[in-house]
Nanobody
Framework: QVQLVESGGGLVQAGGSLRLSCVAS????????VGWFRQAPGKEREFVAA????????YVADSVKARFTISRDNAKNTVYLQMNSLKPDDTAIYFC????????????????WGQGTQVTVSS
């Protein structure tokens, strides 16, 4: 069982940066890949980025690849999403999720989810 808690969201002006954190409970955190997803009002939840168990492989959606970076610190049971050059279109609730299998991009593949953190980018 893994419990995930996101933090780091907030209100930022366009062009600004935020770093989201996803802290996991449990001693088996390094056996899970972790993904970040986001959901804007009225839209489906979409994949943002994922990172493999030991952090040596990542996959970032093309739409944010030039601006977002995913990383992890297994000693702290934490995965980060660094978001730079934020745009109003990045406004959404951001969720982290864990899966044992692979760098999944589909929400249905993930076993554990956090409650989300709100990111609002003003123009």
């Amino acid at each position: 069982q893994v419990q995930l808690v996101e933090s780091g969201g907030g209100l930022v002006q366009a062009g600004g940066s935020l770093r989201l954190s996803c802290v996991a409970s449990g001693r088996t955190f390094n056996t899970y890949a972790v993904g970040w997803f986001r959901q804007a009002p009225g839209k489906e939840r979409e994949f943002v980025a994922a990172i493999w168990r030991n952090g040596d492989m990542t996959y970032v959606a093309d739409s944010v690849k030039a601006r977002f970076t995913i990383s992890r610190d297994n000693a702290k049971n934490t995965v980060y999403l660094q978001m730079n050059s934020l745009k109003p279109d990045d406004t959404a609730i951001y969720f982290c999720a864990a899966v044992a299998s692979w760098l999944e991009t589909m929400t249905s593949r993930y076993d554990y989810w956090g409650q989300g953190t709100q990111v609002t980018v003003s123009s």
